[in-house]
């Protein structure tokens, strides 16, 4: 079984901000696996569902983002996931820019604070995630923290949007075919737009 979990702020005040990207992710699986419906356990709101083929668990930790290692790790322990082949993260990533996104088999939090616990509380940096870029890693701090609470002007709207359905099709390209498939698929398009861009 799957644990699919995405991260962010539970509370309306941060519905669609930067930050909960990786709800956004979870939102658009389960709206292609035909809405099921999400309880609360472990300090979660979790579904269980199918993704290509597979059983999983949809997963929107309720702790604030800098807690989420410590739903995550109830939630693995309980069910019995294998954190190194059965976990998926997806979270937003202020060095990609908007709309581009990173897949990666293991790795370090990168800066991320969601990340940082839940490698603390699991104990090990070898999960995969999905990064969903957000823009502007050249704020200083406090401007940083209120880019990423804030919410996507119209344009970038749109891009995260298509990043949004990218991610959710990416999570679905690593359980039916593996992470590998998925990187070279999803990483390089990022690559090729950026290219495009020069």
Do not use: W
């Not at 996931?81 to 996104?101: A, N, R, Y």
């Not at 940096?125 to 870029?133: H, K, Q």
């Amino acid at each position: 079984m799957y644990l699919i979990a995405g991260l962010g702020n539970p509370g309306k005040d941060y519905d669609k901000t930067r930050h909960n990207i990786g709800f956004d992710v979870i939102d658009e699986i389960a709206s292609k696996c035909g809405n099921p419906s999400f309880g609360k356990e472990h300090k979660a709101l979790v579904a269980k569902t199918v993704v290509g083929g597979q059983k999983c668990l949809l997963v929107k930790p309720q702790t604030f983002m800098n807690l989420s290692g410590e739903s995550i790790r109830a939630i693995t322990d309980y069910y019995k996931i294998d954190v190194l082949s059965e976990l998926i993260v997806i979270s937003d990533d202020i060095d990609l820019p908007v709309g581009g996104l990173r897949i990666r088999a293991k790795g370090s939090a990168g800066g991320h604070n969601g990340l940082k616990n839940i490698i603390l509380n699991l104990g090990t940096d070898g999960f995969m995630r999905v990064r969903v870029g957000v823009g502007d890693s050249e704020r200083g701090r406090d401007e940083l923290i209120e880019h990423v609470l804030g919410r996507f002007l119209a344009d970038d709207r749109i891009l995260a949007d298509k990043a949004i359905r990218d991610a959710a099709a990416a999570v679905e390209t690593i359980i039916t075919e593996g992470i590998q498939p998925a990187m070279n698929k999803f990483n390089l398009k990022k690559k090729k737009k950026e290219e495009e861009g020069d």
